[in-house]
């Protein structure tokens, strides 16, 4: 007669791995848009430079903050991705008349 079969063990926390050190994308992400400012201060126009010089000096501490629980750190990744769209928008209005043609002009 065969053995009734039992529910397979539940996890606890004590099983779980162990969580790698704090990742933060998002303050890669700050670095590379100062980088971009360094880098294209010369070339890009000035209301651009100064909108993307603003946003780094008003959000560097939401971008640099790493502690909390694990809602208020979902809750920070969602802001930032939030403020990274308003900013890509921004931008795109800033730079819209400044962008030369992919193609040069056939006619």
């Known amino acids: 007669m065969p053995l009734p079969r039992s529910a397979p063990p539940t996890p606890t926390l004590s099983d779980s791995p162990p969580q790698p050190a704090p990742c933060l994308p998002h303050l890669d992400v700050l670095k590379s848009i100062i980088a971009f ?25 939401l971008f640099e903050e790493a502690g909390g629980t694990p809602d208020v750190k979902h809750e920070r990744n ?5 403020l ?3 900013l890509e928008t921004q931008i795109s209005f800033l730079l819209h008349a400044f962008n030369p043609p992919l193609r040069p002009d056939l006619n």
């Open 37 to 61: 400012v360094a880098q294209f201060r010369g070339s890009l126009p000035p209301a651009a430079i100064q909108a993307m010089e603003m946003f780094i000096g008003e959000r560097r501490g």
């Open 78 to 82: 969602r802001a930032v991705v939030v």
């Open 84 to 86: 990274l769209a308003g």
